[in-house]
């Protein structure tokens, strides 16, 4: 018994002899999946060097070396600095700025808190950069696929609207060619969705991580000031 397809009925016969509607709804998808997969590339070897770099940094600065070397090296870096780096360096810049004879401690103790609150935030912005795009992609394409499926298989109801007897043959290319757009839907919001909540999971991690280290960097500076 023969199970090979005919060639009405290849994938790609098939999305060439869909209508514009459904033709214009496979392009979106596709466009939309790709582009996912290139956030979806570029986040995971961004989150992935954030945690190394996070890790690296902790110990170098739990390893009870000099804070104000540890200082230097960060500045010297720059923008390529990773997160923790630019937090930590942005609370000690401004704690040395205002730590001089006569400042209150609430006073340092403040404005270090704020510059690190802000470089926090900033941090935070730009790693949860492209997450709003995957959440879109992954609840609205399934949608947008379904609707190029109806479209196509109205069509394929309409074109049999003169015959007087239809058969299985004369409807299946035009359902099979209006599945294909669900099936791009799917294809384009599964990764994006699985990618979505992994991303999340990975940066509520590291918004911890900053969290915790910011208090326990905090209470160092804190105890400096006093000092001084």
Not at 105 to 130: C, I, K, N, P
């Amino acid at each position: 018994m023969d199970f090979s397809l005919a060639p009405e009925m290849s994938l790609l016969h098939l999305v060439m002899q869909a209508s514009w509607v459904v033709k214009l709804v496979m392009l979106l998808l596709l466009a939309a999946s790709l582009l996912s997969w290139w956030f979806i590339f570029i986040k995971y070897f961004t989150l992935r060097r954030e945690q190394r770099h996070a890790e690296a940094f902790e110990d170098a600065f739990w390893s009870g070396g000099d804070v104000g070397a540890l200082y230097q090296k960060v500045a010297r870096m720059g923008g390529d600095a990773s997160s923790m780096e630019l937090i930590f360096g942005s609370g000690f810049r401004e704690f040395l700025k205002h730590r001089h004879p006569g400042a209150s401690t609430e006073s340092v103790m403040e404005s270090a808190r704020r510059a690190m609150r802000a470089a926090y935030q900033r941090e935070m912005d730009a790693l949860e950069a492209h997450l709003p795009f995957l959440a879109t992609v992954g609840s609205v394409s399934p949608y947008v696929g379904l609707f190029g499926t109806v479209w196509g298989i109205m069509n394929a109801f309409r074109g049999l609207a003169n015959v007087s007897q239809a058969t299985l043959a004369q409807v299946a290319p035009g359902i099979a060619e209006a599945l294909i757009a669900t099936a791009i839907g799917l294809f384009a919001a599964i990764p994006a969705v699985i990618a979505y909540n992994r991303f999340t999971h990975d940066i509520d991690r590291l918004a911890n991580r900053f969290d915790v280290f910011m208090e326990e960097f905090s209470n160092i500076l804190q105890r400096q000031a006093v000092q001084h």
